[in-house]
Every structure is written in structure tokens, then in C-alpha cells.
């Protein structure tokens, strides 16, 4: 393995930041991995202990169950420390260099109020105004005293709003609808104002329950065919357009799930309230980076109701010893007599799920979303994590976990399996199945069990979770079966490693004009992960660097690396990753809030791969990608292909835990588990001194995409921080010269040791020349951007018919456009270039765990089965690649022709 090491981040801040230590690598460290032994013989029938904390009469309603415990949202201790910690840390840290008292009053109520209620369904202008006048003169100064009161007592009037709201969709669910109205609704009220008042708000929710009414109705009435491919970058539902998922290499292996993470939920009407923030991937997927460069987790704004699609219909089979999912609801067109009762349950079923969310919100996820608020005020990348929030968040960085390896979800108020992930503790105790029910939890072989029946899932997977080595208890009902047959099972905690977001390779062979064939290598890192402090562990620069070696031995002429979606991550690592490309050297500069500047650099002299270099990107390439991506431009090493610029976040973040402050607690305060603040505190610069902030990186070759049209990017975000540029950085290895347009640029190094191809302006005008002619002339660049264009369409109209004749006839003609585009696609083009996947020992091994697992558990691929998307951006980088490929040896055969002749 090779060893690297880094140059310290230079100093920042002087003043009085003595008193705040970053022991954000200590706090995000994961624990080795010790062996473990799972006992495997459950009790026979155990007796259920419902043990709970606040016992609820049963004549107590859901709402006033609700209203009795906000009462008791109170500041602690601990939350005043953490309070505290992050208003001090802003105000000595972060880039701005601002005190809490320069942030209007107003701005900080208008937040909270906004990201408790983003699409504006609950509050009215008249509370907007009555918690200004309220809380506008002291919000600060409660902040300055560690009291979040005001937050608090929002949410409290919030909460009730929701709740009252849930009585009136409750009523109304229970009446006649109009669906052949001539109304439209206009579902994303992000930018609108707060109504006048609740009445008002009652005609927006009386045209809000049609619109979600229609969302049901249609996949019952005009499902999407279950064969109906989806072009490439095109949006899957009405409304709202999503954002475009990455296009995963060919032949991409099954993605694993987070351990006792919550399986997906139906969707949300939008306006619902935020479950507790986590660390969740913000636009382009920009979360993960520590411990400088920290992307924040936003309180979850909720989204679109998505149209669920019918379940197909399968052939039932005999249960494997482990389980088995119950049979599915047969998939066809119903009538709108049959459908309506069916979408009428799915309403109502939502909405009580949604009133469990309303009314089991805790005190920390209060804190967060308000200190969130406050934070993202300073810029768009600062927040609050809670210590739950602090904990997934390190789960995501080093891609482990410690659980049981099951994922979870809520069906009907029973916490249910529904799925195992290889070689962990579940799977390995042979006596929980899918569909089982886990009845009741119990700390210890010998614990009290606790019920869980109806409890929120988030807190049945704080459960569950806890240190390694240590016992867990659940009490299971296996699947089909009734609460009388129940089990106990005792399993042992361990660190479960997730390979999903590992780094994996393929070797394609591309033939060029002449008939030659060129081995090309491709490399997707979908983040950069790792962890200094255990050198055994993931790290993303020693897989990438496993994968070149393993290329290199099958005869890789050149290699793509594939940064799309990858949001960032560890900076170290992405650092080191360039330091596979280039010799020791710097790799980024940046700037502190006292303007000093200094920079980033790799410090080891080996280079992986010096020939032919591409790197593929699009906007949701963020942070460390765009770090990545620009250093390698700069040395002249890579071309950049793709969108016409990266995401363009351009700050570096410091994650900062509120447990590790030098100062005297009292003794209550020493067990605590702390939260932490993400604090802005450095911008960082390429090294021709320009900023990524904003602008991001602008591509060599652009492809045609939809990315460009949409809203996306940091320039996109509330309070970004703005572009600037410093002076570029003078190094032996870069030589600067100004373009046309007063922009520093290097020019290229002849070195074979680290350059054997070094990008030239001829070069780069050759490539991209060739690369336009194609995509005016090959079938699928047309079939390309008749997609991008019907997207657009999409993503541009805001408001929807609430007439469900009218949209249906809009879903049948949205179903017909996506799979006859999809047909020209896959019709239109050459048959995929030939390929090997390449996969990191570790994740072969995991890979043959996964189809022993799927095989047992009845979950075989059936045959015809749609084949993976067409990974456009991927087959014109393959091209260009060749095209340069094509051109070396041209050039070397011009070179043995003139040394033949001089010889």
C-alpha cells in the first residue's frame, strides 16, 4: 500500500480561537474490527416487556398525545454548551469574519420559519408578523445565552398548525372530490408569500388534496408499462422534474442499502414537516466532506408526492428458510371506481405516517433545524449537526457502520426487515427472514424489552445501533405469522463495510479509423472516503490506486476517471488522488478570514499513471471533485468532459465538535454526547489563482445535458459565498502564460516520468472538433437533446391540471415519449463497447456474498430483465479517448518514419 503523506493545513485565525480545538478525525475515527461471536437459538415464546418512558393513557388522542409532549421541549445543559459553541465559532471562525449581531433579527425568524414550513402550507402572514414582533428584539440575545426559546416556541405554534392541518385532511379525505375541475395547482410554493391567513391557507390545501388525490389515482389508472425504459436525464413523474440520478457505468453491480437505515417511504405531500435533519446529500450531492472540507446535512426539506408505480406481479414461491416477501399486488389499469378507494387508503395512510413524524419530534431535531437556520446565514455550507446527525455522518464518510446489518421500514406501525446485507450479524444468525416484524427491543442478552410497536423508525434504529461487540435483543414475529408466534434473538453488534460506494473500474476496448483496438480504462469514484487515523481501513486513493495497477496489467492505453455526482469528501484523499497523476507538488491554494493564504499539497513523489488522462464531470461534481479536476487541468494532465462547468462550491468547512472545547464543564456535562458546528472557515483557489466558487470548472469538451438549464449549483443556494481570485502560485513544475481573455493558464511539461501526454491547445481544438462533429451527425445525440428539450418542458412548468382526465391523457402521452425515446436510443446506437469490470478485492468478495445472499433469499434476477441506461457522456469520453489514443500513434509512427529515413 502505498504510504502518503500531507501538508498541514496552514494556520487560521488567531484571536480567541485558542480556546476551540478540530478533533474532527478523532470524533469521526471508526472502531477496529474485532472478531465476533452471534449466538443462534432463540427462546421459544418469550413474554413481551413494553417497557416506555411515558406511558400514554389510551383515551389520549394522536394530537393531544402531540401537544402534551412539546410541552415538555425544553433547553438543557447540554444544548445551551452547543448553543453557544456554534455562535462563538462563527463569529471567530468562520470565512466572513461577522458577528451574530451584524445578522438582522428578521433574517434569522424568516429562515426558521421557512425551513420548518418551505412550501409555505402552514404558517400565515399573520404569524410571519407576530414572531418578528415577538422574538425580532431578543432572538440574538437568547442565542448569545445558549437559549434557543424562540425556536422552540415557533415550532410549538408550527406543530400545532400541523397538527389542526392533519384534522381538517383527515375530514376532508372523508368527502367528495371534484375531478373534472378546470383549476391548476401549483404544487412548489417555495418563492411564494405566506397567505393572509387560514382561510386563505384552506383553499390552497382544498386544491392541494385534489392534486395529491390525482398523484394517486394516476399510477392505479394509467401505470407506466412495466418494460418502459427512461431516456437518459429524463425526469420520471409530474411535477417537479427530479434531479437527474448518476448514469452508472454499464453493467453496474447491485447497489447495497445503509445498515438499519429506513427503507424508502412513500413520498411526502411537499410543505411536510422535516423529519430531524441528517446528514442527507444536498444538491449535487454534496455532503461528506471532513475533516476540512465538510459538506453540510440541510434540515430535510421535504419533496414532491412522487407517483408511486404499481408493483409487478410475481408467481409465488415456497418461503426460503430466511424469509420471504409477502405476495405483491397484482400491476394493471384500473377503473377510476376500483382505483379511488385504493388511493383514498394511500392518502390516508400517508398522512398518519406523517402525523407519527409531527408528533414524535425531538428536542435535538428542533435545535438543529433552528441553529441550522441561523448558521446558513453566515453561507450556504454552514449548520448545526445534532450527535445522531454526527453520527451518520461519520457512518457515510468511512463507509462502515456498527449494527446488525438489516434494513428497515414502517408498515403499518411495525418496524419490518426488508433486506439482509451479506456477512452481517442478522444474515449470520439464520433465524430473521424478510417481512419478520421486530416487535421489541432489549439492550443486552439479559435486558428489559422495550416495545416498538408504532414507534418512529429513526428511533428504533438508535436502538438498535450501539458499540461494537456489545448485544443487542429483538423480539420477532416472523413473516405471515401472527404476534403470538414471536421469537427472541440475540445478535452482537459489529462493523459492517459498505462496498456501494466504493471506487470500481472496467477495461473497454474501442476500435479507432484504422482499425486498430485501444484498451481503455475507466474508474468510478462516487466519493472520496477514508480515514487517516486507520491506515488498514477504506481509503478511496488506495482503491483507485489498487484499480490503475490492476489496469496497467491488462494493457490500459489510457484512463477516464469518472467524477460524476461525486459531491466531495475527505480532502485529504482527493489530494492524494491527484497525487496519482502528478509528482510532489501543490495541488490548491486557499484563503483564511484574516486573508492569509497558503496552500495544499501532496507530498509524495509516485505516480500511478502518466499517459492519457480524462476526467468526466458535470454540475453535482462538487467540492474535492472540482479540487481534483481543476488541479489536474492546471498540470496539464487532464482533459475535463462533460457539463460546461462543475457545481462550484468553493469553500472548505471545518467540522467542529462541541465535546472537544477546552472548558470546564460541569459534572453533569462529562458523559454527554455532542453535537457539532460545520463552519465555513477558508475559501480555496486553483492554482492559476481563480476561485471555484460560483463558476466552478469549465469543461475542455462540453456534452450536450440538461444540467446546464436547470437550477443547480451553488450560485443556485441562499448566502453564497462570493467569487473571487488571489495570485496564481509560482512552482517549478507549472509555467504560467496569459490566454486572450487575461486568464492564467500553464503550459504543458514534457516529462515521461509524470506527463507522457501532456494537453496542448492543439490538442484540446483537435479533440473537441471531432467530438462536435459527432454530436451533430451520430442518431443518438439527436435522440439526446429531443430528451434534454422535453425535460426542460417539464422542469419548467409549474403549475398542474386538477383535472384528472387531462393528466392522465399527459401521463399516457409522458409514457409514450419516454419509451419510444428510450427504443431510438437503444435502437439507435452501435452495441455497447465491449468491457471486463474490474472490482476491488474487497468488493468481489462482498459481490459473491450479495448472489449467495439474493439466491437464498428467492431474490435471483428474473430473466429479461431491463437492461442498464445508456450511458451517453461515457461512450463520447470513450471516443474522444480514442480519438487522442488514435492521434500518439500517429505521431509515433510520423516520429519512426523520419528516424527510418535519417537512419
Same mark, same amino acid.
Given at each position: 500500500?502505498?504510504?502518503?503523506?500531507?501538508?498541514?493545513?496552514?494556520?487560521?485565525?488567531?484571536?480567541?480561537?485558542?480556546?476551540?480545538?478540530?478533533?474532527?478525525?478523532?470524533?469521526?475515527?471508526?472502531?477496529?474490527?474485532?472478531?465476533?461471536?452471534?449466538?443462534?437459538?432463540?427462546?421459544?415464546?418469550?413474554?413481551?416487556?413494553?417497557?416506555?418512558?411515558?406511558?400514554?393513557?389510551?383515551?389520549?388522542?394522536?394530537?393531544?398525545?402531540?401537544?402534551?409532549?412539546?410541552?415538555?421541549?425544553?433547553?438543557?445543559?447540554?444544548?445551551?454548551?452547543?448553543?453557544?459553541?456554534?455562535?462563538?465559532?462563527?463569529?471567530?471562525?468562520?470565512?466572513?469574519?461577522?458577528?451574530?449581531?451584524?445578522?438582522?433579527?428578521?433574517?434569522?425568524?424568516?429562515?426558521?420559519?421557512?425551513?420548518?414550513?418551505?412550501?409555505?402550507?402552514?404558517?400565515?402572514?399573520?404569524?410571519?408578523?407576530?414572531?418578528?414582533?415577538?422574538?425580532?428584539?431578543?432572538?440574538?440575545?437568547?442565542?448569545?445565552?445558549?437559549?434557543?426559546?424562540?425556536?422552540?416556541?415557533?415550532?410549538?405554534?408550527?406543530?400545532?398548525?400541523?397538527?389542526?392541518?392533519?384534522?381538517?385532511?383527515?375530514?376532508?379525505?372523508?368527502?367528495?372530490?371534484?375531478?373534472?375541475?378546470?383549476?391548476?395547482?401549483?404544487?412548489?410554493?417555495?418563492?411564494?408569500?405566506?397567505?393572509?391567513?387560514?382561510?386563505?391557507?384552506?383553499?390552497?390545501?382544498?386544491?392541494?388534496?385534489?392534486?395529491?388525490?390525482?398523484?394517486?389515482?394516476?399510477?392505479?389508472?394509467?401505470?407506466?408499462?412495466?418494460?418502459?425504459?427512461?431516456?437518459?436525464?429524463? /425526469?420520471?413523474?409530474?411535477?417537479?422534474? +427530479?434531479?437527474?440520478? $448518476?448514469? *452508472? =457505468? @454499464? %453493467?453496474? #453491480?447491485? !447497489? &447495497?442499502?445503509?445498515?438499519?437505515?429506513?427503507?424508502?417511504?412513500?413520498?411526502?405531500?411537499?410543505?411536510?414537516?422535516?423529519?430531524?435533519?441528517?446528514?442527507?446529500?444536498?444538491?449535487?450531492?454534496?455532503?461528506?466532506?471532513?475533516?476540512?472540507?465538510?459538506?453540510? /446535512?440541510?434540515?430535510?426539506?421535504?419533496? +414532491?408526492?412522487?407517483? $408511486?408505480? *404499481? =408493483? @409487478? %406481479?410475481? #408467481?409465488? !414461491? &415456497?418461503?426460503?428458510?430466511?424469509?420471504?416477501?409477502?405476495?405483491?399486488?397484482?400491476?394493471?389499469?384500473?377503473?377510476?371506481?376500483?382505483?379511488?378507494?385504493?388511493?383514498?387508503?394511500?392518502?390516508?395512510?400517508?398522512?398518519?405516517?406523517?402525523?407519527?413524524?409531527?408528533?414524535?419530534?425531538?428536542?435535538?431535531?428542533?435545535?438543529?433545524?433552528?441553529?441550522?437556520?441561523? %448558521?446558513?446565514?453566515?453561507?450556504?455550507?454552514?449548520?448545526?449537526?445534532?450527535?445522531?446527525?454526527?453520527?451518520?455522518?461519520?457512518?457515510?464518510?468511512?463507509?462502515?457502520?456498527?449494527?446488525?446489518?438489516?434494513?428497515?421500514?414502517?408498515?403499518?406501525?411495525?418496524?419490518?426487515?426488508?433486506?439482509?446485507?451479506?456477512?452481517?450479524?442478522?444474515?449470520?444468525?439464520?433465524?430473521?427472514?424478510?417481512?419478520?416484524?421486530?416487535?421489541?427491543?432489549?439492550?443486552?442478552?439479559?435486558?428489559?424489552?422495550?416495545?416498538?410497536?408504532?414507534?418512529?423508525?429513526?428511533?428504533?434504529?438508535?436502538?438498535?445501533?450501539?458499540?461494537?461487540?456489545?448485544?443487542?435483543?429483538?423480539?420477532?414475529?416472523?413473516?405471515?405469522?401472527?404476534?403470538?408466534?414471536?421469537?427472541?434473538?440475540?445478535?452482537?453488534?459489529?462493523?459492517?463495510?459498505?462496498?456501494?460506494?466504493?471506487?470500481?473500474?472496467?477495461?473497454?476496448?474501442?476500435?479507432?479509423?484504422?482499425?486498430?483496438?485501444?484498451?481503455?480504462?475507466?474508474?468510478?469514484?462516487?466519493?472520496?472516503?477514508?480515514?487517516?487515523?486507520?491506515?488498514?481501513?477504506?481509503?478511496?486513493?488506495?482503491?483507485?490506486?489498487?484499480?490503475?495497477?490492476?489496469?496497467?496489467?491488462?494493457?490500459?492505453?489510457?484512463?477516464?476517471?469518472?467524477?460524476?455526482?461525486?459531491?466531495?469528501?475527505?480532502?485529504?484523499?482527493?489530494?492524494?488522488?491527484?497525487?496519482?497523476?502528478?509528482?510532489?507538488?501543490?495541488?490548491?491554494?486557499?484563503?483564511?478570514?484574516?486573508?492569509?493564504?497558503?496552500?495544499?499539497?501532496?507530498?509524495?513523489?509516485?505516480?500511478?499513471?502518466?499517459?492519457?488522462?480524462?476526467?468526466?464531470?458535470?454540475?453535482?461534481?462538487?467540492?474535492?471533485?472540482?479540487?481534483?479536476?481543476?488541479?489536474?487541468?492546471?498540470?496539464?494532465?487532464?482533459?475535463?468532459?462533460?457539463?460546461?462547468?462543475?457545481?462550484?462550491?468553493?469553500?472548505?468547512?471545518?467540522?467542529?465538535?462541541?465535546?472537544?472545547?477546552?472548558?470546564?464543564?460541569?459534572?453533569?456535562?462529562?458523559?454527554?454526547?455532542?453535537?457539532?458546528?460545520?463552519?465555513?472557515?477558508?475559501?480555496?483557489?486553483?492554482?492559476?489563482?481563480?476561485?471555484?466558487?460560483?463558476?466552478?470548472?469549465?469543461?475542455?469538451?462540453?456534452?450536450?445535458?440538461?444540467?446546464?438549464?436547470?437550477?443547480?449549483?451553488?450560485?443556485?443556494?441562499?448566502?453564497?459565498?462570493?467569487?473571487?481570485?488571489?495570485?496564481?502560485?509560482?512552482?517549478?513544475?507549472?509555467?504560467?502564460?496569459?490566454?486572450?481573455?487575461?486568464?492564467?493558464?500553464?503550459?504543458?511539461?514534457?516529462?515521461?516520468?509524470?506527463?507522457?501526454?501532456?494537453?496542448?491547445?492543439?490538442?484540446?481544438?483537435?479533440?473537441?472538433?471531432?467530438?462536435?462533429?459527432?454530436?451533430?451527425?451520430?442518431?443518438?445525440?439527436?435522440?439526446?437533446?429531443?430528451?434534454?428539450?422535453?425535460?426542460?418542458?417539464?422542469?419548467?412548468?409549474?403549475?398542474?391540471?386538477?383535472?384528472?382526465?387531462?393528466?392522465?391523457?399527459?401521463?399516457?402521452?409522458?409514457?409514450?415519449?419516454?419509451?419510444?425515446?428510450?427504443?431510438?436510443?437503444?435502437?439507435?446506437?452501435?452495441?455497447?463497447?465491449?468491457?471486463?469490470?474490474?472490482?476491488?478485492?474487497?468488493?468481489?468478495?462482498?459481490?459473491?456474498?450479495?448472489?449467495?445472499?439474493?439466491?437464498?433469499?428467492?431474490?435471483?434476477?428474473?430473466?429479461?430483465?431491463?437492461?442498464?441506461?445508456?450511458?451517453?457522456?461515457?461512450?463520447?469520453?470513450?471516443?474522444?479517448?480514442?480519438?487522442?489514443?488514435?492521434?500518439?500513434?500517429?505521431?509515433?509512427?510520423?516520429?519512426?518514419?523520419?528516424?527510418?529515413?535519417?537512419?
Amino acid at each position: 500500500m502505498i504510504k502518503r503523506s500531507f501538508s498541514l493545513p496552514f494556520l487560521i485565525g488567531l484571536g480567541c480561537l485558542c480556546l476551540v480545538t478540530l478533533h474532527a478525525r478523532e470524533a469521526l475515527a471508526p472502531v477496529e474490527v474485532p472478531s465476533v461471536t452471534i449466538p443462534s437459538e432463540p427462546s421459544e415464546q418469550p413474554k413481551l416487556q413494553e417497557v416506555r418512558s411515558e406511558a400514554l393513557k389510551p383515551s389520549e388522542t394522536p394530537r393531544a398525545q402531540a401537544l402534551k409532549s412539546v410541552e415538555k421541549l425544553e433547553n438543557t445543559p447540554r444544548s445551551q454548551h452547543e448553543t453557544l459553541f456554534l455562535t462563538q465559532t462563527l463569529e471567530r471562525m468562520h470565512l466572513k469574519n461577522k458577528m451574530l449581531s451584524q445578522i438582522p433579527a428578521e433574517a434569522i425568524i424568516n429562515a426558521y420559519m421557512k425551513d420548518l414550513d418551505p412550501h409555505h402550507a402552514f404558517f400565515n402572514k399573520n404569524d410571519a408578523e407576530s414572531f418578528k414582533k415577538q422574538f425580532c428584539p431578543t432572538v440574538r440575545l437568547y442565542l448569545y445565552r445558549g437559549n434557543i426559546d424562540p425556536g422552540i416556541a415557533i415550532f410549538k405554534e408550527f406543530q400545532k398548525k400541523c397538527l389542526a392541518r392533519l384534522d381538517w385532511v383527515k375530514e376532508r379525505l372523508e368527502k367528495s372530490f371534484d375531478l373534472k375541475s378546470k383549476e391548476s395547482f401549483q404544487p412548489d410554493r417555495n418563492e411564494m408569500n405566506w397567505e393572509a391567513d387560514d382561510k386563505a391557507l384552506d383553499a390552497v390545501w382544498e386544491s392541494r388534496m385534489t392534486y395529491e388525490l390525482i398523484n394517486e389515482l394516476l399510477p392505479l389508472m394509467a401505470p407506466f408499462e412495466e418494460d418502459t425504459g427512461k431516456a437518459a436525464q429524463v /425526469p420520471t413523474r409530474e411535477g417537479t422534474p +427530479e434531479a437527474p440520478k $448518476p448514469t *452508472e =457505468p @454499464e %453493467a453496474e #453491480e447491485p !447497489k &447495497e442499502t445503509p445498515i438499519e437505515a429506513e427503507a424508502p417511504k412513500p413520498a411526502e405531500p411537499e410543505g411536510s414537516t422535516p423529519e430531524a435533519p441528517k446528514p442527507a446529500e444536498p444538491e449535487a450531492k454534496e455532503t461528506k466532506e471532513t475533516p476540512v472540507e465538510a459538506e453540510a /446535512p440541510k434540515p430535510a426539506e421535504p419533496e +414532491e408526492p412522487e407517483e $408511486p408505480e *404499481e =408493483p @409487478e %406481479a410475481k #408467481e409465488p !414461491k &415456497e418461503a426460503p428458510s430466511v424469509g420471504k416477501a409477502a405476495p405483491e399486488e397484482p400491476k394493471g389499469p384500473l377503473s377510476l371506481e376500483a382505483a379511488l378507494p385504493k388511493a383514498l387508503e394511500r392518502l390516508n395512510k400517508r398522512f398518519a405516517y406523517w402525523r407519527s413524524n409531527v408528533a414524535e419530534f425531538t428536542f435535538d431535531q428542533i435545535q438543529e433545524i433552528f441553529l441550522t437556520s441561523v %448558521a446558513q446565514l453566515y453561507d450556504s455550507q454552514s449548520s448545526f449537526f445534532s450527535a445522531d446527525s454526527m453520527d451518520d455522518l461519520s457512518s457515510m464518510l468511512h463507509n462502515t457502520l456498527i449494527g446488525i446489518g438489516a434494513v428497515l421500514t414502517d408498515e403499518d406501525g411495525y418496524c419490518t426487515i426488508k433486506d439482509l446485507l451479506p456477512g452481517g450479524p442478522a444474515h449470520l444468525n439464520g433465524n430473521i427472514g424478510l417481512e419478520d416484524k421486530i416487535l421489541a427491543i432489549g439492550q443486552g442478552k439479559d435486558g428489559p424489552l422495550e416495545d416498538v410497536v408504532g414507534m418512529k423508525t429513526t428511533k428504533i434504529v438508535k436502538l438498535i445501533r450501539g458499540p461494537e461487540n456489545t448485544q443487542v435483543k429483538l423480539l420477532i414475529q416472523p413473516a405471515n405469522r401472527d404476534r403470538s408466534v414471536s421469537k427472541e434473538v440475540v445478535l452482537v453488534r459489529k462493523q459492517i463495510e459498505l462496498t456501494a460506494n466504493l471506487a470500481k473500474a472496467k477495461l473497454f476496448e474501442v476500435t479507432d479509423a484504422s482499425a486498430r483496438q485501444h484498451k481503455i480504462g475507466f474508474i468510478h469514484i462516487p466519493s472520496f472516503y477514508g480515514d487517516d487515523h486507520n491506515k488498514e481501513g477504506l481509503s478511496s486513493v488506495e482503491d483507485v490506486d489498487e484499480l490503475i495497477t490492476r489496469l496497467k496489467s491488462l494493457g490500459m492505453e489510457g484512463l477516464i476517471l469518472d467524477l460524476r455526482y461525486n459531491g466531495g469528501g475527505i480532502l485529504q484523499e482527493g489530494i492524494a488522488i491527484s497525487g496519482l497523476f502528478i509528482p510532489a507538488g501543490p495541488v490548491l491554494q486557499a484563503k483564511n478570514a484574516l486573508k492569509q493564504t497558503g496552500e495544499y499539497a501532496d507530498t509524495s513523489p509516485y505516480v500511478a499513471w502518466s499517459g492519457p488522462l480524462i476526467t468526466l464531470g458535470n454540475r453535482y461534481s462538487a467540492s474535492a471533485s472540482e479540487i481534483v479536476i481543476g488541479a489536474l487541468m492546471d498540470y496539464r494532465r487532464a482533459l475535463f468532459v462533460g457539463d460546461k462547468t462543475t457545481h462550484g462550491k468553493g469553500s472548505v468547512q471545518a467540522i467542529l465538535n462541541a465535546g472537544n472545547v477546552p472548558i470546564l464543564w460541569p459534572p453533569s456535562l462529562r458523559t454527554e454526547k455532542f453535537g457539532a458546528a460545520k463552519i465555513t472557515i477558508q475559501q480555496y483557489y486553483r492554482l492559476n489563482g481563480e476561485s471555484t466558487q460560483l463558476k466552478g470548472v469549465s469543461s475542455d469538451i462540453t456534452l450536450p445535458n440538461l444540467n446546464d438549464l436547470l437550477p443547480i449549483g451553488e450560485s443556485a443556494l441562499a448566502n453564497p459565498i462570493p467569487w473571487d481570485k488571489i495570485g496564481y502560485l509560482k512552482t517549478p513544475l507549472l509555467k504560467p502564460e496569459t490566454d486572450k481573455g487575461g486568464h492564467i493558464r500553464f503550459a504543458p511539461i514534457q516529462n515521461p516520468d509524470w506527463n507522457a501526454s501532456p494537453i496542448t491547445d492543439a490538442l484540446v481544438e483537435a479533440l473537441k472538433t471531432k467530438s462536435l462533429e459527432r454530436q451533430k451527425t451520430l442518431k443518438e445525440f439527436e435522440i439526446f437533446e429531443k430528451s434534454i428539450h422535453w425535460a426542460q418542458e417539464k422542469h419548467e412548468r409549474k403549475s398542474f391540471s386538477l383535472n384528472l382526465e387531462e393528466r392522465k391523457a399527459q401521463r399516457e402521452l409522458d409514457a409514450v415519449f419516454i419509451k419510444e425515446n428510450d427504443k431510438q436510443l437503444r435502437e439507435g446506437i452501435p452495441a455497447p463497447y465491449p468491457s471486463q469490470e474490474i472490482l476491488l478485492k474487497l468488493a468481489q468478495e462482498k459481490k459473491k456474498e450479495r448472489e449467495a445472499l439474493d439466491k437464498q433469499l428467492n431474490k435471483e434476477d428474473k430473466p429479461g430483465a431491463k437492461p442498464d441506461p445508456v450511458d451517453i457522456p461515457l461512450r463520447e469520453s470513450l471516443r474522444i479517448m480514442n480519438d487522442w489514443l488514435e492521434r500518439e500513434e500517429k505521431a509515433k509512427e510520423e516520429v519512426k518514419e523520419v528516424k527510418e529515413k535519417e537512419g
